[in-house]
């Protein structure tokens, strides 16, 4: 079992920052695959940025080039940098985990493969 605490989330201007955390207790987290997802008004969850227990990462289109997706082992803690923020990135961001994993964007960035959830940390943009 896994329980997964996001932070970091609030409120910036347009081409603003934030750089999310999702602390892990209970298993190895370092051996899991990790992701971010989020959920926009009105909108489906979306796989926004996956990584691997070996580092290797994947973006959604919207995001690349902006978001950075990067792991802590030692910390237990996931992070995600959002640079260059759109009001389109206004949205609930969950971080999700599981304890299988493949090294395909597809699968990384589906919702369907992830067992583990956050509760969510919101974000909002302004223009």
């Known amino acids: 079992q896994v329980q997964l605490v996001e932070s970091g989330g609030g409120s910036v201007q347009s081409g603003g920052s934030l750089r999310l955390s999702c602390t892990a207790s209970?298993?190895?987290?370092?051996?899991?695959?990790k992701a971010w997802f989020r959920q926009g008004p009105g909108k489906e969850r979306e796989g926004v940025a996956g990584i691997t227990p070996d580092g290797s990462t994947f973006y959604a289109d919207s995001v690349k080039g902006r978001f950075t997706i990067s792991q802590d082992n030692a910390k237990n803690t996931l992070y995600l940098q959002m640079n260059s923020l759109k009001p389109e990135d206004t949205a609930m961001f969950f971080c999700a985990a599981a304890p299988w994993c493949a090294h395909l964007s597809t699968y990384l960035l589906s919702n369907a493969n992830y067992n583990y959830w956050g509760q969510g940390t919101q974000v909002t943009v302004s223009s």
């Open positions: 209970g298993d190895t987290f370092s051996s899991y695959c």
